[in-house]
């Protein structure tokens, strides 16, 4: 007959169960501190012993890691996904940011599409209050913080697709963003008038998703990253017509 005993499951097995929930999906962010052990052990309603032999587990399998005086945190996974060499060949060939744009235009107008149609109530609401965070910030000089919200909206939305594979796929993906492995974000925030369309983008797509409006959604998100295609092509040529000009000048200098 092809039946197994049941046998009771251990506590420290829960434990793992629920901290590799959390990780999954994306409630626990790589380099995110956990409780104490004393609060933790009381949170989960288990015994220290049984939170230890958990955290060992899960250790063990690099989903967390231990900081002698500093705690347990989540490891730092993001970015794993492509090795150091192929990281640098991404940052040094202009043909990678295209494909990586081209990427994301796929990508996250799937994940607006999906965040239109299965998002919450509450993953709305959160897509929405980032949007007004970023409208407050726009009024400031200094852009680095709209620049930051820019990835937090991006991120929220594909948050609310609910697609853990998506989810984890693109935080490394905006992780490399973030350490300029493609593109400097800040260098587009820093122009008044490249400022103001991004934000009348960003407009756009929160708009279609409040309505819930899957089409529109998806295409407001690929009008956003067809004009980041376009900046960054124009910052290119701007750059290689600026190093052109700097060799006239110091040719006219030497004569």
């Not at 420290?12 to 169960?17: A, G, L, Q, W």
């Not at 012993?49 to 063990?60: F, K, N, Q």
């Not at 796929?106 to 897509?127: H, N, P, Q, V």
């Not at 593109?183 to 820093?190: I, L, P, S, W």
Request: glycine share 6%; proline share 3%.
């Amino acid at each position: 007959m092809p039946f197994l005993k049941v046998t009771p499951e251990k506590l420290s097995d829960s434990v793992v169960r629920q901290i590799e929930q959390l990780i999954l999906r994306g409630i626990l962010r790589p380099g995110e501190r956990l409780p104490s052990e004393r609060d933790l052990a009381e949170k989960l309603g288990v015994s220290r012993p049984s939170l230890r032999d958990a955290i060992a587990d899960l250790a063990e399998r690099g989903l967390l890691v231990s900081r002698a005086g500093s705690g347990v945190f989540v490891a730092e996974v993001l970015g794993s996904a492509f090795s150091p060499a192929l990281t640098q060949l991404f940052s040094t060939h202009d043909e990678a940011v295209i494909d990586y744009i081209s990427f994301r235009r796929d990508m996250e107008g799937l994940a607006a599409e999906r965040a239109a149609t299965f998002g919450s109530e509450t993953d709305l609401k959160l897509i929405d209050t980032i949007f007004g965070k970023m409208e407050l910030s726009h009024q400031k000089r200094d852009p680095s913080d709209e620049a930051q919200l820019d990835a937090e909206f991006h991120m929220a939305i594909i948050e609310a697709s609910h697609n853990v594979i998506m989810l984890h796929m693109l935080r490394s993906m905006f992780e490399l963003l973030r350490q300029g492995v493609f593109y400097n974000r800040q260098t587009m925030f820093r122009n008044r008038m490249t400022r103001d369309q991004l934000l009348d983008q960003h407009r756009a797509i929160n708009a279609g998703i409040q309505a819930r409006d899957p089409g529109a959604a998806r295409a407001a998100v690929a009008a956003h990253l067809a004009y980041v295609e376009q900046a960054f092509h124009d910052q290119m040529r701007a750059e290689k017509h600026e190093s052109i000009a700097r060799q006239r000048l110091e040719q006219e200098a030497s004569r």
